[in-house]
């Protein structure tokens, strides 16, 4: 989650998805309410700690954090020197991943139906958005922080992508590379407020409308494929330039970018350079077979579980 959070175009909420967290970390969160706190207050930190899944989501932030050190300068070098690749490998494994979400729906009906396009058109509209020239006031780094971590925790919008439309992202880098305490602050803590109030509400959709819920976050998920197809061109706006993906261009010229995606052999045409389809087609599957492997292995884990469950009663 912590690797996918730093790429502009996938979601760590769909890595969460992926690997079968997501709806134990949305109501993990829900916990944090003022009746659990109470016993922090108290003094019961055993009983703060077991009520709030403490475990759990403490295994997640360590997660992210050590994803954070070891695996974002990595996730950045193949981003830039090796785009075509990354992305192919984030379009496989965001589109098998919708696929497996869409199998949680339990009964297909007209709202389901409905809601996955919803969730498809919004999603490809969001993609499609150039950034904005926003502010540097702290009042909109909050609002930043809040938004942000709420795209941050739904499968399909990635946290970063949001910063970049905002024009906050390679703001909120620079801030991070040169520990600016105020900035960070102010942004973890809309950050903590949108994370907390958000994961009510979607938990409350879970459970009172979960199949249309579900179906609205595969929609996300499906539409937003736009935003990690491999063969996109940058366009500058400003200038009427366009070139082959560049994380080096997009931070350069992020307020100014848009991005549209073309197939492989118009790509080649327009940029003038190798569209590594086969690669990009091997790195595509590779990612489906490491889901694949990740959804079998989770099913073992599950199974083993509950033979141990009836095995004590």
Not at 147 to 155: F, G
Not at 226 to 246: C, E, G, L, R, Y
Not at 252 to 259: A, G, M, R
Request: aromatic share 12%; hydrophobic share 50%.
């Amino acid at each position: 989650m912590g690797g996918a959070d730093v790429v502009p175009g996938i979601s760590g909420g769909t890595i969460a998805f992926i690997t079968g967290i997501y709806e134990e970390l949305i109501d993990s969160l829900r916990l944090f309410v003022p009746e659990n706190f109470k016993l922090l207050f108290l003094g019961k930190i055993k009983q703060f700690w077991h009520a709030v899944n403490g475990n759990f989501l403490l295994t997640v932030v360590l997660g992210i954090a050590t994803s954070l050190i070891t695996l974002v300068k990595c996730v950045l070098y193949m981003l830039s020197t090796h785009p075509v690749i990354s992305w192919s490998f984030f379009f496989g494994l965001i589109l098998v991943s919708t696929i497996y979400v869409l199998k949680k729906i339990k009964k297909a009906t007209i709202p389901v139906f409905i809601s996955f396009a919803i969730g498809t058109v919004l999603a490809f509209l969001i993609t499609t958005m150039s950034a904005a020239q926003t502010p540097n006031e702290l009042w909109f780094i909050f609002i930043s922080g809040s938004i942000a971590i709420c795209a941050m925790i739904l499968p399909g919008i990635s946290g970063s992508f949001i910063l970049l439309l905002l024009g906050k992202y390679q703001y909120i880098l620079t801030a991070i590379s040169e520990f600016k305490i105020t900035i960070l602050t102010v942004f973890a803590g809309g950050a903590v407020i949108g994370l907390l109030s958000f994961s009510h509400l979607l938990s409350w959709l879970l459970r009172k409308y979960h199949d249309v819920t579900v179906a609205l976050l595969a929609g996300v998920m499906f539409g937003a494929l736009n935003k990690v197809w491999p063969w996109k061109v940058q366009i500058d706006t400003a200038n009427n330039k366009m070139w082959a993906w560049s994380m080096e261009k997009l931070n350069e010229h992020s307020l100014s970018i848009v991005e549209k995606s073309h197939l492989p052999q118009t790509f080649e045409r327009i940029t003038g350079t190798d569209a590594h389809f086969i690669g990009g087609i091997a790195a595509a599957l590779f990612a489906v077979v490491i889901f694949l492997t990740i959804e079998t292995a989770g099913k073992k884990i599950g199974t083993k579980k509950k033979k141990l469950k009836h095995r004590r009663f």
